[in-house]
């Protein structure tokens, strides 16, 4: 069995966008959970597991200035690197296993579309709850979407952990106050449907 980071290489370096399902030509959704929280240009933002994610185009287009994308893979970065072309420079790119991420500053917003639910163990999810409770500043936001109790079972070949509302709040309970969750569904770029959980939270200032 490939470990993590050989997998989502492999993906990667064999598939194009439109031959995976997670695939968005405007994270609309993610965009609205962040003009919600109405930050300031300056804001410290990190995209987990932004693979080849447009989040990270869009974040710079409303001129967001400190942008941090983070992926396991570095094939997936180098694309977005290609895209962006010279305002890739304007960008902190991370090649890391979000489990043993240690950046060197906290951020004002963590987003992670689909990166959460791959974690099925309770090792690898305390991991990521104890990374994300000390790297978010008190009074901070993040936005997680994960595939819902209605959605897959698996993605990529890989098994998931399903969320409903519940159930996502109870896992950062501890950190985060929840302020919002929804569901949509997400069309493929194979025509099916997926159906995402995605809610937002704030960072607890005695949490």
Not at 52 to 66: C, I, M, V
Request: proline fraction near 3%; include cysteine; charge should be neutral.
């Amino acid at each position: 069995m490939k470990n993590r980071k050989d997998h989502w290489e492999t993906v990667y370096a064999t598939k194009r966008p439109d031959e995976v399902s997670w695939t968005q030509d405007v994270p609309q959704t993610s965009l609205d959970f962040i003009r919600s929280f109405n930050l300031p240009k300056t804001a410290s933002i990190i995209d987990v597991g932004g693979g080849d994610s447009k989040l990270a185009d869009f974040l710079l287009n409303e001129g967001f200035e400190n942008i941090t994308v983070l992926d396991i893979s570095a094939v997936a970065l180098d694309r977005v690197k290609a895209r962006l072309g010279e305002r890739a420079s304007r960008i902190r790119w991370v090649v890391q296993d979000v489990t043993a991420f240690e950046p060197a500053a906290a951020f004002d917003l963590w987003h992670d579309r689909a990166t959460f639910h791959f974690l099925t163990t309770e090792e690898q999810i305390s991991k990521y709850l104890d990374t994300i409770t000390r790297n978010v500043k008190k009074g901070g936001h993040a936005v997680i979407g994960t595939f819902s109790t209605s959605g897959p079972e698996k993605c990529s070949g890989l098994p998931i952990q399903q969320y409903n509302e519940e159930t996502l709040g109870q896992r950062l309970q501890a950190g985060f106050e929840k302020i919002k969750c929804i569901t949509e569904d997400h069309t493929t770029p194979f025509h099916t449907t997926q159906n995402f959980l995605f809610c937002s939270f704030r960072r607890k200032a005695n949490g």
